[in-house]
């Protein structure tokens, strides 16, 4: 076993500011410990409001039926699961970031993984909402499970790709938070020990479940975030290509094509990375983390967004490509004239979703644009906006004009109810947001004291003797440090 | 429950604590513990500790959830009430992985989770006794059992000398209870065994 | 024990090779005496069929180990340091290999036979109003200027990077110089992963596989292919790995290299499987003849052995063989299991590639076996004479430290 800590110089240190790991603690807990700042107050107004709204929309929904949103005889699936796919799509970032990454050993995962985390799970409660509330008699809802029952008992139909959502979106959110609380439990305990307030002792000393840091259970929590990690990288797939599986295996122009499952997890994790930037931008200036998540962590995932950016472009040209090579009337018909025709009803929308998703993150080539806030966060809210136009082109352009010209849609555009609920989604991911960085450590506490003595700017300081040393003397130094 | 009598002497710098720590084992003091704000790779295989099998437990769940998912999903597809879906055979077992996929992780995941939990003794309103409580902050706390044999001053001596900050015997003691973080309550008198 | 800085090719390691080979060239002759001379367009087409399933696997595997080493550029990964000279040497067969696989293909496309590609067949295509919709991307001068534009790319590109990499066994370099060194490799592998993803990720296998169905299509194709290949590549390093490891060289590669070795050839598997099921189910499930016949030949024809088995070697073998930390480890499971994934994703092209000539019967595989053993030679010649050429252990690389202290 080594004790050797060291990272090449040639890497840029991951936490600034000279940091040990007490000032660590310091730092990370400070956000919880003092009063809300004014700006979270604000924002935390604003984001219930906008709860409240959706709440009402959400009422007359039940009340008077999905007649309250515009959708039509072929448009039976507008804005509610555009906005089911697109808030599914920014949870998976979150799970890539904690598992895979995890997986991969990237190092920079440790600033910024517990936020996007809690982001998955925000955006997973948000999503779920529409496919509930556009079954119109929500009451019913436990239909959807497999009980046995007094019709029959008939069951659920397991060939259903919307009943594997069911189950996909149930797992894939428990799994999440699962995956998030044991990771927050040796942080929680931290916060637990460090607290003076009696409150702080009985919710701390509650969410922690009793932890101490004891050796063998650290062992086993190791071994249980890696198996979990192993766990939640194929399920994020899955999750979002069984979302994908909702439009494929269908026989609707434009819906049916076999990329779709992986294109739609790239484009996913795309839009994600875009949210998670869009946070932690303004997490890390309001609470003052900029040691911890650092222009490093934004310009990296900057990279992972113009990576799956151009993902997803190939597979909207392999899609296009293919429209045209199947020589289906149908399929091309959907593409070229649908979508490509800046002229046809939609034309517009596959055209800001070719700008926003595969244009406009190719500035992210240039390592100034990367390293620049500004831009990040305008960029973050135009890939934001792409995403969801990725999910309203491919949903609202394949249906509104069926196979037969009589029943071609008119134009839909949203009603207020509709809109209000994608608002209330809003309100309800930052409401949930503002809370966790209230009452939760944002940034991963006992991981960044795992990576800090290689990572640190401080440490790595110290490492210069060791990137001096020739290479021969280093192997000899450290690598019978080594089994095999 | 069981107070017992430790040596507990607190560490800063994980470098010092793992010689440390060989070099108590070397010399047949009993390690009850060592308490890390984070987990130091290889300072089980150090203490001697055995591999936790807990991704064994998590395999036979998963296993487990797969099994549940496909038997159940037959059952109800070509036995219970076997319908014409689109024209698929009743045993339609592409359909089905998705559901079974799910299955098994869901399975897996929740019932490591609960191990976890059980091994470790954690739930809410679980108490336990703490050695020092910076050792969540940024102390590395080893804590060492006295038996009848054990020396006092002489594990306290020999416990600074490998480089302890900080060297306290205290009575502890080393089960949970139900409890509440924000009161003192005392379910034992100190000194008493 | 002296470290060996170069390979030294041993005498038993050439005789193979050359053994490999000549059974190759036997097969290729014996091959093209039973069937390639024939006067049977179809029998014909068997031969021609296995020189291209087995050309173009192997150029794509080859071609995956530079895709490898581009990735861990971008991911500045640094564990991959320490043998990053092995999938270096692998990569350096794509010259040979490719010029191999390109005459071949512009062999089946302009020798005048049309079993393989239907759309080949201009007198045809004038009849066929699919293949003469598809004629615009399905044509000789396409097919000729992409298929050669690509080898081109290919090689140039991924010797840029190996001299890169070579360019650092001159001596330490500071940080600064190093910082400007990954910038530079930055650079290089990220031209390399724009011609990657236009040509393995979407063009080339349409055009080189997917085109011998000419009527059908699936997106998923590209994604498909590139998965089988990558896993394949991943287990030719192991292998190598394993192989140097036992003759003494690399040193610093040690279980914890091999372990990540053991994760990639474990996940990619189970990324193949994914796509895998992903096209199969939806063409499965929408049930439209115009996909469906694709399968028809592989799940319900005379493929169905090896449509299956494929499956079962290359996903439940490396599932279950691979899932355990200890398996990972141990260099006889990653040899045996890399053995079986080269095999697989092997057959997997064989049923790719065969149902479309040869609808109704499966040609007989030993023939195909034989020419695989003679490219299996040539790979072994060509990294064998790249890797005695260089140092081993790119020493001064500014991430060798990391891969020496990498430990899982």
Known sequence: MSLLRYESQVRPPLVKGNKEYHQVTEDICRPVESKPSRAWWIGFSISLAFLLFGVVSVTMEVIY??????????????????????????????????????????GWRTGVNRAAEAMT????????????????????????????????????????????DVFAISTYFTVSLLFWYSGLLPD???????????????????????????????QRHES????????????????????????????IPGWHTTIFPPYFVAGAIFSGFAMVQTLLVITRKVLGLEQYITIEHIEVMNKVIILTGSIVGIAYLTELFMSWYGANQYESFAFMENRLNLNSPYGWSYWIMMGCNVLSPQIFWSSKMRRNITITFFMSILVNIGMWFERFVIIVTSVYRDYLPSSWSTYYTPSIWEIGFYLGTFGLFFTCYFLFTKYFPVVALAEIKHILKRSGDGYKNKMNEIEKQGSDDFVKEHSHDHGA | MAVKKFIVGSFDDEAVLFPAVKQVRKSGYKIHDVFTPFPIHGLDKVMGLRDTSIHTAGFIYGITGTATALGFI???????????????????????????????????AVGMVLTFCYLCQMAPFVKKDHFNLRSTDDLFVMALECTEKTN?????????????????????????????????????????Q | ??????????????????VLMTIGVLSVLLLYINYGSSEDEHDRSRFWASLLQNSVFFLLVVNAAMFFICTTILAWGGWATSFRRIPEAISSAVPVIGIICGAILLAIVFGGDHAIYHWTDTEH????????????????????????????????????????????DIGPMGVEVGKKFIWKNTIWAALFMIVFSLTVMSTIPWLWLMSIDAHWYSTMYSWYTFASTFVSGMALIALYVVYLKNKGYLEYTNQEHLHDLGKFMFGFSVFWTYLWFSQYMLIWYSNQPEETIYFQPRVNGVYKIVFFFSLIINFLGPLLLLMKRDAKRNYMTITLLAVLIIFGHWLDFFQMVHPGPSRDHVPMILYDLGIAAGFVGLIMFLTGRTLSKHALVPKYHPFFKESVIHHT
């Open chain 1, 65 to 106: 039926g999905v007649g309250q949103w515009n959708l039509n005889k072929t448009i039976g699936w507008g804005w509610d699961i555009t906005n089911f796919v697109w808030w599914i799509g920014i949870g998976h970032a979150g799970t890539l970031i904690s598992a895979i990454l995890l997986l991969f050993r990237q």
């Open chain 1, 121 to 164: 799970i925000f955006a997973v409660m948000c999503a779920g909402q529409f496919p509930i509330f556009h079954m119109g008699r929500v009451w019913d809802i436990f239909f959807s499970l497999p009980y046995p029952n007094t019709r029959g008992p008939l069951w659920v139909n397991f060939n259903s790709p919307l009943l594997w």
């Open chain 1, 188 to 218: 929680l305990a931290s916060l637990r020990d460090r607290a003076k307030k009696k409150w702080r002792k009985l919710f701390y000393g509650i969410t922690a479940f009793g932890w101490t840091g004891s050796t063998k259970h650290w």
């Open chain 1, 224 to 251: 249980l975030s890696l198996v979990l990690a192993g766990l939640s990288t194929p399920l994020v797939l899955s999750v979002h290509t069984i979302v994908s599986f909702d439009f494929a295996t269908s026989v």
């Open chain 2, 74 to 108: 037959t059952w109800v597809a070509t036995k219970d009430w076997p319908l014409n879906i689109g024209g698929k055979p009743f045993f339609s077992l592409p359909a089905w992985i998705p559901i079974i996929f799910e299955l098994t992780v869901l399975f897996s």
């Open chain 2, 152 to 192: 006092e001053k002489e594990a306290v001596a020999f416990l600074q000398n490998v480089g302890a900050t900080d060297v306290v015997v205290d009575y502890k003691e080393t089960e949970w209870w139900l409890g509440r973080y924000d009161k003192e309550i005392k379910i034992f008198e100190k000194g008493k």
């Open chain 3, 1 to 18: 024990m002296s470290i060996r800085e170069k390979f030294e090719i041993t005498k038993k390691y050439s005789l193979l090779s050359y």
């Open chain 3, 125 to 168: 295509v004038k009849h066929d109003p699919i293949l003469l919709h598809k004629s615009g991307f399905l044509n000789k001068t396409f097919f000729t200027v992409w298929t050669v534009l690509t080898i081109f790319l290919w090689w140039v590109l991924g010797k840029k990077i190996r001299s890169l990499s070579h360019s650092t």
